[in-house]
C-alpha cells in the first residue's frame, strides 16, 4: 500500500499532491520534492517525550565497538557506537565497498553479527571482491536488494550488531513514487535507516557516491540526517586513499586514516611520512619536505617546483597540483616583490608529490623555497625540512602544534628544521628532539640560511 505523499517546496514549505517545476507560492524553481506524510506517532520516535531534568539523566555509556583496522578506529572517534548511523561518502571507484567489505569481515571474525546489503552489485559480484581480499568461511551475512522496507524487515528478523548498506543511491522505499537516487528517495531511505539503527542499537554503515560537483542527489542533503560523515578520498592515478571525518556527534573530526590500494584490497598505512616521502630525489633543485598537519597528525611531504621558459610570452603558466592556486600564487608575488626574483617569462609548476592535497600556510615557506631552489638552481640538502606561513610582507609568522612537526621530522631522520623564529621561543628547550632548529624571522632570512 503506498503511503500518502506530498511534494513539499524545500524554500518556502508549500505543499503540492503534485510535482511543480516552479513554486506557485515563493517562485522558486526546480525546490518541490516529494516527501512521505506520516503522522508522527509516539511510537514512531525513539526519544523519551517526557520532559526530564537534567540532573536526572544518566551519562550513556557507550560502548564503541572498534573496527579491525586499528588506523580506521580513531576517524570514528574511538569506534563505532552501537546505534548510530555513520555516512562514508566517496566518488565512484573510489574503494568504498571495498573498505566496507574488508570492516564486515573484521567485525565478523570478531563475533559480531555482520549484515552486508547491496542494492548495486549481485553476490556473486561481491563474493569476487571478497575473494580478492581473501574472505573465506566468514560468518558474514550478505543480501543483494533494493527494496528498503524489505531489506529493513529482513535486517529486524536477524537482528545483526552491525549493519551495512550499500549504496544509498540504489536503494528505494516504495513509501514514494520517486525512483532510487533522488533526493526524496535518498533522504527517506536515510530516515528510515536512522530509526532503524536508533531503535534496534545497530551500529549502521550508510554507503553514497559523491562526484566532484559536490553531488546532485547525493549524501550532502544527508549530512543532517546520520551521526559520522566520513569522505573516503583519493586520486584515480594514485594508490592512497584518505579518509577523514566531516561530522562526528561521538567524537572529534580531526582525525584521518590514510590507505593504499593494492591487489588485496586497502591497507592502513601506518607511516604516511616515509610513505609519501619514499621515492623523493635527494639530489635534485626544486624539491623541499615541509611538515604539514593533516587531521590531527603532522606529515611529511614533498613540494616540487618547476619553472621553466614560457612559450606564452605575456601570459606564462602557473599550474599548482595539490595546493591551493591562489594561495601559491600569493607567494610568487612575496618571492617576486621581496626576494628580487623575476618570472615575468616563466611557467612555474608546483606540485605535491603523490597526489597530496594540502591546505595549510605552514606550508608557504617550503613553496617559496622550492621554488627559489629551482630558480637558483641549488639543491636543497636532504636532511632538511621546513615549515612556517608567509605574509605579504615577506614575513614568517608561528604556525600551530610546532613540536608535534618536529617530533615527526625527527622520527624520519631529518636534521635541520628551517620554522618560524616565532614558533622556536614558545618551545620547551627540554621537549624539542635532538635537531638543529633554525629561527627565521622573514622569506630573505629563510634563504640566506639555506643558499
Ligand atoms: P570499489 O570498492 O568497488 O569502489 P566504490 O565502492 O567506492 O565504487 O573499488 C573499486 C576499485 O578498486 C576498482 O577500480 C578496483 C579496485 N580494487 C583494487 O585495486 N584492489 C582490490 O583488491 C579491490 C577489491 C579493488
Ligand atoms: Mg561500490
Redesign the pocket.
Known amino acids: 500500500m503506498k503511503q500518502k505523499t506530498a511534494f513539499i517546496c524545500q524554500n518556502c514549505g508549500f505543499h503540492s499532491p503534485k510535482w511543480l517545476g516552479r513554486c506557485p507560492n515563493c517562485g522558486e524553481w526546480n525546490t518541490l520534492i516529494e516527501e512521505v506524510e506520516e503522522k508522527v506517532t509516539a511510537e514512531f520516535s525513539f526519544l523519551p517525550s517526557e520532559p526530564i531534568l537534567y540532573e536526572k539523566i544518566k551519562e550513556a555509556k557507550r560502548e564503541r565497538i572498534k573496527t579491525g583496522i586499528e588506523e580506521l578506529n580513531p576517524v570514528l572517534g574511538g569506534g563505532v557506537v552501537p546505534g548510530s548511523l555513520v555516512l562514508i561518502g566517496?566518488?565512484?571507484?573510489?574503494?568504498?565497498?571495498?573498505?566496507l567489505l574488508q570492516v564486515s569481515r573484521d567485525f565478523a571474525a570478531q563475533g559480531e553479527g555482520v549484515l552486508y546489503v547491496s542494492g548495486e552489485e549481485s553476490l556473486e559480484q561481491i563474493k569476487i571482491?571478497g575473494d580478492?581480499?581473501g574472505l573465506q568461511n566468514e560468518k558474514l551475512y550478505l543480501l543483494a536488494e533494493t527494496n528498503l522496507e524489505r531489506i529493513i524487515a529482513r535486517a529486524e528478523k536477524l537482528n545483526p550488531q552491525i549493519f551495512v548498506l550499500?549504496?544509498i543511491q540504489t536503494i528505494f522505499s516504495s513509501k514514494l513514487s520517486s525512483g532510487p537516487g533522488t533526493i526524496s528517495q535518498v533522504r527517506e531511505v536515510a530516515n528510515q535507516v536512522f530509526r532503524f539503527a536508533k531503535k534496534n542499537q545497530i551500529a549502521s554503515f550508510l554507503?553514497g557516491?559523491i562526484t566532484k560537483e559536490g553531488s546532485l542527489a547525493g549524501p550532502k542533503a544527508l549530512e543532517h540526517i546520520v551521526d559520522v560523515v566520513l569522505y573516503?578520498e583519493g586520486e584515480r592515478d594514485h594508490s592512497h586513499r584518505v579518509l577523514r571525518a566531516l561530522k562526528n556527534r561521538f567524537g572529534p573530526v580531526s582525525e584521518l586514516a590514510i590507505f593504499e590500494?593494492?591487489?588485496?584490497?586497502l591497507q592502513a598505512i601506518a607511516n604516511p611520512s616515509a610513505f609519501f616521502l619514499k621515492e623523493r630525489p635527494t639530489k635534485e633543485a626544486g624539491s623541499v619536505v615541509i611538515c604539514t598537519i593533516k587531521g590531527s597528525r603532522p606529515l611529511l611531504a614533498e613540494i616540487q617546483a618547476l619553472v621553466s621558459s614560457t612559450l606564452f610570452t605575456g601570459n606564462p603558466r602557473r599550474m599548482t597540483i595539490g595546493l591551493d592556486h591562489f594561495r601559491v600564487a600569493m607567494l610568487l608575488a612575496i618571492i617576486e616583490r621581496k626576494l628580487g626574483f623575476s618570472f615575468a617569462g616563466e611557467d612555474i609548476y608546483i606540485n605535491v608529490a603523490g597526489g597530496l592535497t594540502i591546505d595549510e600556510p605552514a606550508t608557504d615557506l617550503g613553496v617559496i623555497m622550492a621554488v627559489v631552489s629551482c630558480l637558483k638552481n641549488k639543491v636543497i640538502p636532504a636532511d632538511v625540512t621546513v615549515f612556517g606561513e608567509a605574509g605579504l610582507s615577506g614575513e614568517i609568522r608561528s604556525v600551530s602544534q610546532p613540536l608535534a612537526r618536529l617530533k615527526e621530522a625527527h622520527s624520519l631522520g631529518f636534521q635541520r628544521v628551517i620554522m618560524p623564529q616565532g614558533n622556536i621561543s614558545q618551545l620547551d628547550k627540554e621537549d624539542i628532539p635532538d635537531m638543529k632548529l633554525v629561527g627565521v624571522k622573514n622569506v630573505k632570512q629563510a634563504l640566506s640560511v639555506i643558499f
Open positions: 566517496g566518488e565512484p571507484g573510489v574503494g568504498k565497498s571495498t573498505l571482491r580478492r581480499l550499500d549504496s554507503i557516491h573516503f590500494m593494492g591487489t588485496r584490497g
